[in-house]
C-alpha cells in the first residue's frame, strides 16, 4: 500500500504542476492529432496524393480536344528569270521580297484509339487511390511511432518512479545502518555496504533520467514540436492493455483491410489497364482537325500587291498502324509478364502478412501470460519487502539479506513492467496489421 500511495502521489504532483504552470497534459490522442496534423512526412505525402488527383481528369486521359490559336509569319527574297517560249525573250528579275502573314485557331481531337482514352482514365483514377492509400500507409505507419514512444514514455517515467523508490529505501537503510553503526550495534562493512548500495540506486536513477530525457525528445520529434527537450506531461500514468483481440477477426481484417495489401491490389489492377494500353495499338485511330484562321501574302513584284484570305478548314483521318517494328507485340509481352510478377508479389505479400499476424499473436498471447505471472509474482515481491523490513529494522535481518529482498522488489516491478510495454507493442503491432490502428485516434 506504502508502495503504491508513493507512486501515485509522485504522478499526482506532477499532474498538479502541470496544471499550474499552464503546461499543456497530452494524452495519446493529442500526441496523435498534433503528430498527423505537423509531421513534415505526412504533408509530403498528402502533396504527392494532391498530384496524383489532379492527374486524374478526362482532359489528362486524352476525351477533350486540344484548342490553340497561332501567328505566323514569313518572308522570302529571290532572283527570278523568266524565259518566254514564243519570243525566246529572257525576263530577269532581282530581289523580289514576299511576305507571309497567317493567325488562326486549331482544334484537334481524337474521337477514337482503340478505347486507349478509357482506359487511361481508368489508370489515372487507380493511381488517385494509390495515392490516398499511401496518405493512410503513412499515417498508420506514422501512428504506430507514435503510440509505442508514448507508452514507453509512460514505461521510462514509471521505471524512473521505482528507481527512486529504490532509492529513498537505500538511503532510509544507509541512515538506520549509520546510526545503529556509531553506536556500535552494526559493523563497517554494513555501513560500507549501504553507502555503495545507496550509490549505485542513486547512479541508475540518475542514467534513467537521461533514458527519459531521451524518450521525451523522440515523442516531440515524432509530434514535430520546436522544443525537442522540452518535458512532455502525460496524461496515463500506467499502461492499459487490450487483452480481447480475436485471431479470427484480426485475419479476416488483414485481407480485407491491409493498406499495403491493399496498395497491391491497386497494383495489379494497373498493370491490367497498362496490358490494355498496349493493345489499343491494333485498333484504327480516328481524328478530326479544324481551324480558322486569316491569311495574308504580300507580294513585291507581279500584278497583285496583296492577297488575305479568311476561312475554315477541317478535316478528318482515319488510319491503322499496320507495322511498327513488333514494338506494340514486344510490349504487350512485357505487359503481361508485368502482370504475372505483381501478382506474384501479390500472393507473396499475402503469405508474409498473415506469418506476420500468427508471429505477432503468438507473441501477445505468451506476453499475457507473462503480464499474468509478474502481477502475482510482485505482490508476492511486496509482502516478502515489507517482512523483511520489519525484520530488519527489528535486527532480525542483515543488510545483505535486506538488499536482496529490495532488489526482488525492484526485479519484479521491472520484470512486470517491461511484460506490460512488450504486450503493448504486440496490440500495436496487431492493429496495424489488421488496418485497425486508427482507433487509437478516437
Known amino acids: 500500500m506504502k508502495r503504491i500511495l508513493i507512486i501515485s502521489l509522485l504522478f499526482a504532483s506532477i499532474n498538479a504542476f502541470g496544471q499550474e504552470s499552464g503546461k499543456k497534459i497530452y494524452n495519446l490522442q493529442e500526441c496523435l492529432r498534433v503528430g498527423i496534423q505537423e509531421s513534415y512526412s505526412l504533408k509530403i505525402v498528402r502533396n504527392k496524393q494532391t498530384v496524383s488527383e489532379n492527374n486524374a481528369t478526362v482532359g ?24 518566254i517560249r514564243n519570243t525566246g ?5 532581282d530581289g523580289i521580297f514576299n511576305q507571309n502573314i497567317n493567325a488562326g485557331l486549331n482544334l484537334n481531337w481524337t474521337i477514337f484509339e482503340g478505347f486507349n482514352v478509357t482506359t487511361n482514365y481508368k489508370k489515372l483514377k487507380e493511381l488517385q487511390s494509390q495515392g490516398e492509400l499511401q496518405t493512410r500507409i503513412a499515417i498508420e505507419n506514422l501512428i504506430a ?31 538506520i545502518v549509520e546510526q545503529r553503526y556509531r553506536i ?83 497494383e495489379s489492377h494497373i498493370a491490367e489497364l497498362d496490358y490494355k494500353i498496349t493493345t489499343s495499338a ?13 491569311t495574308l501574302n504580300k507580294y513585291n513584284k507581279g500584278s497583285n500587291y496583296h492577297r488575305g484570305t479568311l476561312g475554315a478548314d477541317f478535316g478528318v ?3 491503322i498502324n499496320i507495322f511498327d517494328g513488333n514494338n ?77 529482498a529490495q532488489k526482488s522488489l525492484l526485479d519484479a516491478e521491472e520484470r512486470l513492467l517491461t511484460a506490460t510495454y512488450n504486450t503493448k507493442l504486440c496490440e500495436i503491432s496487431l492493429m496495424q496489421i489488421s488496418g485497425r490502428i486508427n482507433e487509437y485516434l478516437k
Open 60 to 83: 489528362n486521359a486524352g476525351f477533350l480536344p486540344t484548342l490553340g490559336v497561332d501567328a505566323r509569319y514569313s518572308g522570302s527574297t529571290e532572283n527570278s528569270e523568266t524565259k
Open 89 to 93: 525573250e529572257s525576263v530577269r528579275e
Open 317 to 319: 483521318t482515319l488510319g
Open 145 to 175: 511511432e507514435i503510440a509505442a514512444e508514448y507508452y514507453n514514455y509512460i514505461q521510462q517515467k514509471i521505471r524512473l518512479s521505482n528507481l527512486n523508490y529504490a532509492v529513498e529505501l537505500s538511503r532510509e537503510r544507509l541512515r
Open 184 to 266: 556500535g550495534n552494526f559493523s563497517g562493512l554494513d555501513y560500507q555496504q549501504a553507502k555503495v548500495d545507496f550509490n549505485a540506486d542513486s547512479s541508475a536513477l540518475m542514467k534513467q533520467s537521461q533514458t527519459l530525457q531521451t524518450s521525451a525528445i523522440k515523442l516531440n520529434n515524432l509530434m514535430n514540436n520546436n522544443d525537442l527537450t522540452a518535458e512532455i506531461l502525460v496524461a496515463d500514468t500506467s499502461i492499459f492493455v487490450n487483452k480481447s483481440l480475436v485471431l479470427k477477426d484480426l485475419h479476416d481484417l488483414v485481407f480485407s483491410n491491409n493498406a499495403s495489401l491493399l496498395y497491391a491490389k491497386r
Open 328 to 404: 506494340a507485340r514486344r510490349e504487350r509481352r512485357n505487359a503481361k509478364l508485368n502482370i504475372q510478377n505483381i501478382k506474384l508479389e501479390q500472393t507473396d505479400l499475402e503469405h508474409t502478412l498473415e506469418a506476420d499476424l500468427y508471429d505477432i499473436w503468438q507473441a501477445y498471447q505468451n506476453n499475457i501470460g507473462i503480464l499474468k505471472l509478474e502481477e502475482e509474482n510482485l505482490v508476492t515481491a511486496k509482502l516478502n519487502h515489507e517482512i523483511a523490513m520489519e525484520r530488519y529494522m527489528l535486527g532480525d535481518l542483515s543488510g545483505i539479506e535486506m538488499r536482496e
Open 282 to 294: 491494333a485498333y484504327p485511330y480516328l481524328r478530326l482537325n479544324a481551324g480558322y484562321g486569316y
